[in-house]
C-alpha cells in the first residue's frame, strides 16, 4: 500500500504563495496520475489538481492560473504551486491519486490565508 505524507502548509496573507510537497512511498510512483485535494471542516473534499504519469496537468476552474502541479517521479514527490492566495483557499490539503481515495488518505497539511 502506498503511505502519502504531505508538508509544506502553514499560515500566508492574502496574495502570497506556498509551496506543498507530498512524498509517496514503493516503486511505482511514476506511473500513477496524481492529485492534490483539499478539505475544509464540514464540507466535502474537493478535488484541486490532478497529474499524469507523462506530466498532463489539470485543474479545477477555482485555482486555474494560480497553482501549478508537478511532479519529480526521481523523487516519488508531487508538488503544488500555489500563487496569489485567497481566503477561499484555507483547507487542509491532501494528495492522493487522480482516482479520489484510491490510496489511503495521509494526514494531510494546512493551508490558511489570513491577514
Known amino acids: 500500500q502506498v503511505q502519502l505524507v504531505e508538508s509544506g502548509g502553514g499560515l500566508v496573507q492574502p496574495g502570497g504563495s506556498l509551496r506543498l510537497s507530498c512524498v509517496a512511498s514503493?516503486?511505482?510512483?511514476?506511473?500513477?496520475?496524481m492529485g492534490w485535494y483539499r478539505q475544509v471542516p464540514g464540507e466535502t473534499r474537493e478535488l484541486v489538481a490532478t497529474?499524469?504519469?507523462?506530466?498532463?496537468?489539470n485543474y479545477a476552474d477555482s485555482v486555474k492560473g494560480r497553482f501549478t502541479i508537478s511532479r519529480d517521479n526521481a523523487k516519488n514527490t508531487v508538488y503544488l504551486q500555489m500563487n496569489s492566495l485567497k481566503p477561499e483557499d484555507t483547507a487542509v490539503y491532501y494528495c492522493?491519486?487522480?482516482?479520489?481515495?484510491?490510496?489511503?488518505w495521509g494526514q494531510g497539511t494546512q493551508v490558511t490565508v489570513s491577514s
Open positions: 514503493g516503486s511505482a510512483f511514476r506511473a500513477y496520475a
Open positions: 497529474i499524469g504519469s507523462g506530466g498532463r496537468p
Open positions: 492522493n491519486h487522480a482516482v479520489m481515495g484510491y490510496f489511503e
